[in-house]
């Protein structure tokens, strides 16, 4: 065949393929979320999220010491808050003694050059397992965002680096810039979860949190999985609001949104590569039907070329491990 162009060449060996590699991953680009529980020296194992624990916070400690040496430096904390200490209001979030606090205040002290991001939303801490108030069955709005950007505040005094809203309320970025602001964090960074749809792929993670609704479902406040431009108007807002990161979750199916986002954003934006994305490659490898690692990286890197700037995933040690080891 007689061709000028022949595309192969470029392909042709891993020294090429890397010299024109138009994507890369590095582990500091990763955030791990890991999961909170009260104790000592706990270490339990979650059964829908293979290779995933809740920690106590003496055990995380060592796990992050662990885990730096893979180049890990941002960590997403999720307590688990056991039902005696939920109500209506969500009273537990604020609680200077409670097991975020002391997490975020001893994991600093420990770990100071750490990036440590709180979850700000009331899901975990509300009898009704809904991020936000609920009267007569209807999710309020802006009663619950007063409670969030008190919840804010909190946890940049107890230490934490970036608050992050995922309770998709109205106006919750622009009330909790304001409140950190008022306090003197100025410093305390917002990455909004701009762009959360209600998603069937968040089953594992509420499960290792009991943090699903008790009655209902979260579509009057969470994003239709059938919209596009809508995320766009949430971006626009987030940003318009004083976000220095807005998020799109889930990731693998909403690779779109995060390619669409990132062309209108003028902020850096993240992906989460959610608890039921990571089950499925986890079982999935576990019977066999393909290569986990090989799967992991391919999909950590196609949220990197959909245009994350950085993702969210509970594969994070082990891509990290594997990054490193790569070098």
């Known amino acids: 065949m007689k061709l000028i162009s022949r595309p192969r060449r470029n392909r042709k060996n891993q020294q090429?393929?890397?010299?024109?590699?138009?994507?890369?991953?590095?582990?500091?680009?990763?955030?791990?979320?890991?999961?909170?529980?009260?104790?000592?020296?706990?270490?339990?194992?979650?059964?829908?999220?293979?290779?995933?624990?809740?920690?106590?916070?003496?055990?995380?400690?060592k796990k992050i010491s662990h885990w730096k040496e893979f180049g890990l430096s941002h960590f997403a904390l999720f307590p688990q808050i056991d039902e005696s200490k939920k109500d209506p209001q969500g009273k537990e979030a604020l609680n200077e003694n409670g097991l975020l606090a002391q997490a975020l205040k001893q994991l600093k002290d420990q770990h100071p050059e750490i990036s440590f991001i709180a979850d700000v939303a009331l899901d975990p801490y509300s009898s009704d397992g809904h991020d936000g108030v609920v009267k007569n069955g209807q999710i309020l709005n802006d009663e619950s965002v007063e409670l969030l950007a008190k919840m804010a505040v909190k946890q940049a005094a107890w230490g934490a680096d970036w608050v992050a809203p995922s309770d998709m309320m109205d106006g919750r970025?622009?009330?909790?810039?304001?409140?950190?602001?008022?306090?003197?964090?100025?410093?305390?960074?917002?990455?909004?979860?701009?762009?959360?749809?209600?998603?069937?792929?968040?089953?594992?993670f509420r499960e290792a949190l009991a943090s699903a609704p008790k009655a209902g479902d979260k579509k009057t406040y969470q994003m239709d999985p059938r919209n596009a431009q809508e995320a766009l108007r949430e971006a626009r807002l987030?940003?318009?609001?004083?976000?220095?990161?807005?998020?799109?979750?889930?990731?693998?199916a909403y690779l779109d949104i995060i390619y669409r986002l990132k062309q209108i954003s003028e902020v850096p934006v993240a992906a989460y590569n959610v608890s039921g994305e990571y089950a499925m490659i986890q079982f999935a490898a576990q019977a066999g039907a393909l290569d986990g690692d090989q799967a992991m990286m391919e999909m950590l890197m196609g949220f990197r070329r959909a245009g994350a700037?950085?993702?969210?995933?509970y594969f994070a040690p082990m891509a990290a491990k594997l990054l490193m080891a790569a070098k």
Do not use: W
């Open 309 to 313: 700037d950085t993702i969210l995933t």
């Open 16 to 61: 090429i393929r890397d010299l024109i590699a138009e994507t890369s991953l590095t582990p500091q680009q990763l955030i791990y979320p890991v999961f909170l529980c009260e104790g000592k020296a706990q270490e339990q194992a979650l059964k829908t999220l293979p290779g995933q624990c809740r920690y106590s916070v003496d055990v995380l400690s």
């Open 173 to 204: 970025i622009g009330a909790i810039r304001q409140a950190l602001d008022q306090e003197g964090f100025t410093e305390t960074a917002i990455l909004a979860y701009t762009a959360k749809y209600a998603s069937s792929f968040y089953g594992p």
């Open 238 to 252: 987030d940003m318009a609001e004083g976000a220095d990161m807005i998020m799109v979750k889930p990731g693998l």
